[in-house]
């Protein structure tokens, strides 16, 4: 077998991605910092957004699943009266309005926008179109027609107006949600048209700006070992999944891919105060010596490791 290039790096890098920069990109530059093995990113940010992006190394990656499914907290900027082809500033402009939205009207459209809602994301953007990326197929002139996809905004917030032609937001929202499409709807809804001018995450799940690290930071450091506040645990995005404390031999047994069972009372025991539900099939993280060993299933007494770790 050929050995891989690189370091052996495992755990999560918060890094604040800046403006003019892809995702890929991003993910590429932080590989190379660090010279690690294996790396990929939680959560696309577009070229023109700056701020939280989630980059997993190593075993890391097994846990990407997880940080995707967590809220995210945009800070965004709407332009009102053109409407661009891309949905941000990056476009082309395809249409143009006089009317721009009162602090009034604005504040009465954002309830409409909450909840579990359905959103058409922009023409440019990486969905597949019978195995080609939409966007790929926008840029050469073909008329992309997207679906609407279920989307969950919790919150949006009236920031300020800095001028008349703009307006700032806070949004809170779920998995697979476009700001873009967002600011595109809130300003048809307003009887205008809008873009997104201005777009910054500030959070994913429990990672949020005010943390993470810039890539020129993170170049700075060289060959030395980034410290704990810079690479963190692979179980990091794991916070809100229950933990199961094994011992050496259940450890082995898991490392093996085997089934454990617990039917003795210390045991059923242990799955209670971990939390874990005996009706319904839940997940845990299995810890061993105070390390993520495997994340597993939970069916009753049953255990099934999904994902082990090689730690």
């Given at each position: ?73 945009y800070r965004f900027t709407v332009t009102w009266g053109a409407a661009r082809d891309t949905d941000d500033a990056e476009g082309d402009i395809i249409a143009t309005s006089n009317l721009r939205p ?119 450091m060289g060959d030395s070992p980034p410290p704990e506040n810079v690479l963190l645990p692979v179980q990091t995005v794991l916070d809100d999944i229950p933990v199961l404390a094994i011992n050496d ?63």
């Amino acid at each position: 077998m050929r050995k891989k290039k690189g370091n052996v790096v495992n755990g999560w890098i918060n890094l604040d991605k800046p403006v003019g920069m892809t995702s890929t990109q991003a993910v590429g530059n932080v590989r190379r910092a660090l010279n690690a093995q294996k790396a990929g990113h939680a959560g696309t940010l577009d070229p023109l957004a700056s701020g939280v992006l989630p980059i997993a190394l190593g075993e890391a990656t097994k846990t990407i699943p997880y940080c995707q499914d967590a809220l995210k907290i945009y800070r965004f900027t709407v332009t009102w009266g053109a409407a661009r082809d891309t949905d941000d500033a990056e476009g082309d402009i395809i249409a143009t309005s006089n009317l721009r939205p009162t602090l009034e009207a604005i504040e009465a459209v954002l309830l409409a926008f909450l909840g579990d809602i359905e959103q058409v994301p922009p023409k440019f953007s990486p969905i597949k179109i019978n195995g080609e990326r939409a966007y790929d197929l926008a840029r050469d002139g073909e008329d992309v027609t997207l679906k609407p996809r279920p989307v969950y905004i919790e919150s949006l917030h009236l920031l300020s107006r800095p001028d008349g032609d703009s307006s700032e937001f806070t949004v809170t929202c779920g998995k697979g949600t476009y700001i873009r499409s967002l600011a595109r709807d809130m300003a048809e809804k307003l009887g205008t048209y809008g873009y997104i001018s201005a777009l910054r995450r500030e959070a994913v799940g429990t990672l949020d700006a005010s943390h993470a690290i810039s890539l020129e930071m993170l170049e700075k450091m060289g060959d030395s070992p980034p410290p704990e506040n810079v690479l963190l645990p692979v179980q990091t995005v794991l916070d809100d999944i229950p933990v199961l404390a094994i011992n050496d031999q259940e450890a082995a047994r898991l490392k093996q891919g085997q089934k454990l069972s617990f039917f003795s009372k210390p045991d059923l025991a242990r799955l209670i105060q971990a939390g874990l539900d005996f009706d319904e099939e839940d997940e845990a993280l299995a810890l061993y010596k105070g390390k993520p060993l495997a994340l597993v299933s939970v069916k009753g007494p049953e255990i099934k490791p999904e994902r082990v770790f090689n730690l």
